[in-house]
């Protein structure tokens, strides 16, 4: 059974650090890229990042891009997401979730959630004083 499970999510101060793991179960994950993605109550789940299967390839959104850097040991079976200098727009649930499409369809979509699935449960963070 394809599964990812998210963790690593907490409370921190603005301007902390946090790192979040996606682990990856039931397939091989450096045949499959990973997004990451947010979400807070009411609002659209939006893409955070991604990764290309074998790493080479990283895309961020505006709002994280210089602060959050996405990363993959594909022989722990596990996508990473360090995120510093956190601000409070950040609190969210973060998801990871594999993308169904190849390289070209994910330099044009990478940040479409309709283009993933397998979503796992979401982790929780928090930046508050």
């Known amino acids: 059974q394809v599964q990812v499970v998210e963790s690593g999510g907490g409370l921190v101060q603005p301007g902390g650090s946090l790192r979040l793991s996606c682990a990856a179960s039931?397939?091989?994950?450096?045949?499959?890229?990973i997004g990451w993605f947010r979400q807070c109550p009411g609002k659209e789940r939006e893409g955070v990042s991604s990764i290309t299967n074998s790493g080479g390839t990283t895309f961020y959104s505006d709002s994280v891009k210089g602060r959050f850097t996405i990363s993959r040991d594909n022989s722990k079976n596990t996508v990473y997401l360090q995120m510093n200098d956190l601000k409070p727009e950040d609190t969210a649930v973060y998801y990871c979730?594999?993308?169904?499409?190849?390289?070209?369809?994910?330099?044009?979509?990478?940040?479409?959630?309709?283009?993933?699935?397998?979503w796992g449960q979401g982790t929780q963070v928090t930046v508050s004083s």
């Open positions: 979730a594999l993308f169904r499409g190849n390289f070209l369809r994910l330099t044009h979509l990478w940040s479409w959630a309709g283009e993933y699935e397998s």
């Open positions: 039931g397939f091989t994950l450096d045949t499959k890229h």
